[in-house]
């Protein structure tokens, strides 16, 4: 009975060395199959950003940030006017949407979770993550612009804010369920009030979420140019007034991509690579800001 009992353990034994290398080789192959995966959907990605940087960069000079844009046909000039004019626009958009989305997603994941309200409220702004950008430009150029009777960089803004705004708040969202909840308890139970607990605890933990919904609203409000024209429209001379027609990089981008003039067509490839670096700019500059701010 006793060898009958060790010729079993060794079978046990062996066995599980078998399913252990079984599995650790799954697990491999697994590996090895998201990270092909993981590379395949990074090539489109290194695709554009390659073509867009072969194209602009040899234009990217000083004058491509201070000078206006030059009469079509002729070369030389730059955008210097449609890159402020980009910042003005979107730093009204982040001012609108980022406060709300914020305050939306706290309320949805700590006050209203699992109320009808917070349902619906929800739906919309999936619902609203899907509107086309041109829809929003609409919205915003009948609440705003037939209001104030003109094109403007705050009717710029509002229209980008509406396109941003579902994208900050269900990101800050989703960040703010994966806080655990036995950090909100323990906040709790050393005598912290339910505000305390969500402004010392919950936000800070969910920094770097928020700024990863910023950084995607920004990147996709950044290259819209169908919204502006209904609202920011165009403008060929400096102008920093938010209550005035503005110029912005997408929209002289899109203005000289359809022209057949060489200088304007290179200076769209300057100006695409310009609005590839804010966007990647925004991203490195939330990323620091959260470490900052945890550590």
Do not use: C, H
């Not at 909840?181 to 305390?196: I, K, N, S």
Request: aromatic share 8%; charged share 10%; proline share 5%.
């Amino acid at each position: 009975m006793t060898e009958i009992s060790n010729r079993l353990s060794t079978a046990e034994i062996q066995l599980g060395k078998v399913w252990t290398s079984a599995r650790n080789l799954f697990g491999l192959l697994m590996t090895g199959v998201t990270g092909l995966f993981a590379v395949i959907a990074v090539i489109p990605l290194a695709a554009i950003v390659i073509n867009v940087a072969s194209q602009g960069l040899p234009r990217i000079n000083l004058d491509l940030f201070t000078k206006l844009p030059p009469p079509p046909g002729l070369s030389g000039g730059g955008l210097g006017n449609a890159i402020v004019g980009t910042l003005i626009v979107l730093a009204v958009a982040m001012a609108i949407s980022v406060p709300i989305g914020v305050l939306g997603a706290v309320w949805l994941s700590e006050f209203g979770r699992g109320s009808k309200i917070a349902y619906w409220v929800r739906f919309s702004a999936n619902v609203l993550s899907g509107v086309p950008a041109i829809i929003a430009g609409l919205f915003s150029y009948t609440i705003v612009v037939m209001t104030m009777g003109t094109f403007s960089a705050f009717a710029g803004g509002v229209a980008l804010a509406v396109v941003m705004l579902p994208i900050v708040m269900r990101t800050t969202e989703e960040g703010l369920v994966l806080v655990p909840e036995e950090v909100r308890l323990a906040a709790l139970g050393l005598g912290a009030t339910r505000f305390e607990t969500v402004t010392r605890v919950v936000l800070p933990a969910a920094l770097p979420s928020i700024a990863t919904a910023v950084t995607l609203a920004v990147a996709r409000a950044g290259g819209e140019a169908a919204p502006l024209l209904f609202t920011a429209l165009n403008n060929n001379f400096w102008s920093t007034d938010l209550f005035r027609p503005i110029s912005t990089l997408s929209v002289q981008v899109y203005f000289f991509a359809i022209i057949p003039y060489k200088p304007q067509q290179e200076l769209a490839w300057a100006g695409a690579v310009v609005l590839l670096s804010i966007i990647l700019i925004v991203s490195i500059g939330s990323r620091l800001l959260t470490r900052k701010k945890r550590y």
